[in-house]
């Protein structure tokens, strides 16, 4: 009979027994965890695989979720860490906001195995390394909502409670595009991230998503979990279902924990915890085009009971108004195109300008600020004056030297505030539409707009997305790189990039240009008064599910 530090095998089998697990039977022992295997194989008392690995080598169980045959069922979805106390405050807003929904909460655990670092982990005080012991319990106020399924809440929308990734990944949505085939994939994780995923053009758009997080701080103090630590959120996802379609936000709690959605707030500080409406801080909508605007969006963004009317926003930030498909460059050397224009009476920039300024007047007329940021579809109408030549445009030649002629004007007075759009705006608009244009503003090439100042330095709305930092193009991960918070457009594929939020479009996939699968979607930015984001989709015409009774 084999012994180590005076300890038998039936010594190793019952230490196993009493803490349920090879590492703590090890640790109380004195032992190595290898010592206690080889003795439970001996004695015939291996350790199940899913103790060893969880369930991530068997056959992943899927839970299905009926869809409501009326009204909109709600869940509230977060993940925990194991061994790791919950955010008390955090968690109580979110069973308030559950309870003021009657939303389903589902809670995925993951574990961080602190342990495989030794007992050189530099832990912080309090907080001993061996602490997170893999697949360990968690907080025992989670046990109700406890899930490592796959659960499918919709059809084409799954929450994947079954993946492990470890809260240090820098992008853990990385690989996991086809994990859940065509339906888009919810995953537990502590960052709060967001992917759009092409499809063809008869097809919705796919999301990956991560939850957020209920549990604490509570990683290796080196590099790779100090940034996990700077990136964990207090947060989680609400997904709304309905027979005829599904809806998902982001919660994300402040430094007070207080959660915002729509026009909801789930405080502790208030008496009945959660309260409303309130008026949301701005709205920053997808790339507008005017010209090619989706009707369905525009009716779901400002139509009556749409998103603004709904949220109240103090300021909507608006990103590529204008189109300028009347006399975009890469039609010039395509007859096919430029006749098909012809014969649909879509040749005329003016009748294009004088369309954006309308329906501009009409959004401005909704909200108190409305800021325009200068994008790159804006700034064809001064590429169109700088390369154009009206001798072979007689149909825009008139308007074209009108434009011409002002912006000459503004270069010999040194008038580096000229902004042609807006020129062209003012000249179309008759006196009582442009009454409705007092409260709109037109930013300059890189002039900063930040909404929220006095929360974490607020957000900057400013840059459009198309130029990046050095003279690069535009992407959101080079943007994630400035440390700064940001909402930007461009992309028309949204997605949430660290601190970097990103729009969609309200044009549709039916763009001459847009050909191919694609990952575009009809998503705009809510902005929260204590700085928090989320991104809202619409689907079905709706940019949320009917509220009816809350």
């Known amino acids: 009979m084999s012994e180590h530090k005076g300890y038998t095998a039936e010594d190793h089998v019952a230490a196993y027994a009493k803490y349920g697990s090879t590492r703590k039977a090890a640790a109380a022992l004195g032992v190595t965890h290898k010592q206690i295997d080889r003795s439970l194989a001996k004695l015939g008392q291996q350790p199940s695989k899913t103790e060893l690995y969880g369930n991530l080598g068997g056959q992943t169980k899927v839970v299905k979720r009926a869809v409501p045959k009326s009204g909109v069922k709600r869940y509230i979805l977060t993940a925990a860490q194991t061994e790791t106390k919950i955010n008390e405050g955090f968690w109580n807003n979110l069973l308030a906001l559950a309870a003021y929904y009657d939303a389903e909460i589902l809670v995925a655990p993951f574990a961080y195995n602190k342990q495989a670092f030794g007992h050189q982990t530099n832990a912080k005080p309090g907080k001993r390394a061996g602490d997170n012991e893999l697949f360990s319990a968690t907080d025992p106020a989670l046990a109700p909502y406890l899930t490592s399924d796959r659960v499918q809440l919709a059809k084409g929308l799954v929450f994947c409670g079954e993946v492990q990734i470890l809260p240090t990944a820098v992008d853990p949505l990385s690989g996991l595009e086809t994990y859940t085939g065509r339906a888009s994939g919810i995953f537990p994780h502590a960052k709060i991230e967001m992917r759009s995923i092409p499809s063809m053009r008869d097809e919705p758009t796919k999301f990956n998503y991560t939850t957020g997080c209920v549990t604490r701080h509570n990683y ?38 207080d959660i915002w959605d729509l026009d909801v707030l789930a405080s502790s500080k208030m008496p009945e915890a959660v309260g409303g409406p309130y008026s949301a801080e701005a709205v920053v909508c997808g790339d507008v085009h005017v010209a090619e605007m989706d009707p369905d969006v525009e009716a779901a963004t400002w139509g009556e009971s749409g998103l603004v009317d ?23 050397q395509s007859f096919h195109r430029q006749l098909e224009k012809h014969v649909n009476k879509q040749e005329s920039v003016e009748d294009e300008v004088r369309e954006c300024a309308t329906a501009l007047a009409r959004y401005a007329a909704k909200v108190p600020e409305t800021v325009i940021v200068r994008s790159n579809h804006d700034l064809k ?43 062209a705006l003012k000249s179309v608009a008759d006196e009582g539409l442009w009454g409705q244009f007092d409260t709109l503003r037109f930013l300059d090439e890189d002039e900063s707009f930040i909404l929220c100042k006095d929360a974490g330095g607020g957000i900057e709305c400013g840059n459009h997305g198309h130029r990046g930092p050095n003279g690069s193009k535009g992407t959101p991960k080079g943007f994630m790189k400035m440390a700064r918070k940001m909402i930007i457009g461009d992309k028309h594929s949204a997605g949430i990039y660290g601190g970097v939020y990103v729009t969609g479009t309200c044009t549709g996939r039916n763009v001459a240009y847009a050909k191919g699968p694609s990952s575009w979607s009809p998503t705009h930015c809510v902005v929260y008064p204590n700085g928090k984001r989320a991104l809202v989709t619409m689907w079905n015409g709706r940019f949320f599910a009917p509220r009816e009774g809350l």
């Open 220 to 257: 290796i103090q080196k590099k790779a979990g100090q940034k996990g630590e700077f990136h964990h959120a207090y947060g989680a996802l609400i997904v709304e279902v309905t027979k005829d379609g599904w809806w998902v936000r982001q919660l994300n709690a402040d430094k007070d924990n």
């Open 381 to 423: 109408l001064e590429k169109w004056l700088d390369t154009g030549d009206y001798k072979k445009d007689l149909l825009n030649a008139r308007f074209f030297l009108e434009a011409q002629l002002a912006k000459v004007d503004a270069i010999v007075l040194g008038n580096k505030k000229f902004r042609v759009l807006e020129w």
């Open 310 to 332: 709904l949220l109240q926003p103090k300021t909507q930030v608006l990103h590529d108004v204008f189109d300028m498909r009347s006399r975009p460059w890469q039609d010039e």
